[in-house]
């Protein structure tokens, strides 16, 4: 099983800053099946990106993904108010397993 | 649009079975690969289950392996779950979700079914 560790566990950032997340992986995720989730409390979560750095229908570009092999990255360029949520990574090229969550609160 | 709607949530003693329905809507349901995936309280995100588009594949973590089923009804659009033997660990939401095709990420996701297994 692909073991995937999302750094930090929480970000306590302002609206406007800049984002970094980081999902690392146990072993390398075939052909980049990477994908990042948003969720909010009491939500569902939603697809953010998909393939390591697509961006899903109606997600704006301020999200940006990046990476291969076992090291990935969510970017948000410029935090809004609604961003500040739980962030997953997911792989999906060996069956299918989730990292532990990345909490982006308000500072 | 997508639409998800679990039901059949509820409270259930450890050791009896519950089985949730995923109705589904505005997609073309007997082409996609759905799963299941859960949420424990205060918890992150675990995959419990998926079914290929015919049914014809299923596939489970250990975690639920020989406990929960998983089957589809095409004519229908409706997705299910079938628990058995619930454990207290296996109270979370449960959420269903769309494949992204055949077995890829997860493009659209249900408001989730709580389950919780007390005595």
């Known amino acids: 099983e692909i073991v995937l560790t999302q750094s930090p566990g929480t970000l306590s950032l302002s609206p406007g800053e800049r984002v970094t997340l980081s999902c690392r992986a146990s072993?390398?995720?075939?052909?980049?099946?990477l994908a990042w989730y948003q969720q909010k409390p009491g939500q569902a979560p939603r697809l953010l990106i998909y393939?390591?750095?697509s961006r899903a229908t109606g997600i704006p570009d301020r999200f940006s993904g990046s990476g291969s092999g076992t090291d990935f990255t969510l970017t948000i360029s410029r935090l809004e108010p609604e961003d500040f949520a739980v962030y997953y990574c997911q792989q999906y090229g060996s069956s299918w397993t989730f990292g532990q969550g990345t909490k982006v609160e308000i500072k | 649009q997508v639409q998800l709607v679990e039901s059949g949530g509820g409270v259930v003693q450890p050791g009896r079975s519950l089985r949730l329905s995923c109705a589904a809507s505005g997609f073309t349901f007997s082409v996609y690969a759905m799963h299941w995936v859960r949420q424990a309280p205060g918890k992150g995100l675990e995959w419990v289950a998926v079914i290929s588009y015919d049914g014809m594949n299923k596939y489970f973590p250990d975690s639920v392996k020989g406990r929960f089923t998983i089957s589809r009804d095409n004519p229908k659009n409706t997705l299910y779950l079938q628990m058995n033997s619930l454990r207290a660990e296996d109270t979370a939401v449960y959420y269903c979700a769309r494949d992204s095709g055949n077995y890829g990420f997860f493009e659209y996701w249900g408001q989730g079914a709580l389950v919780t297994v007390s005595s």
């Open positions: 393939g390591a750095s």
């Open positions: 072993q390398s995720v075939r052909s980049s099946n």
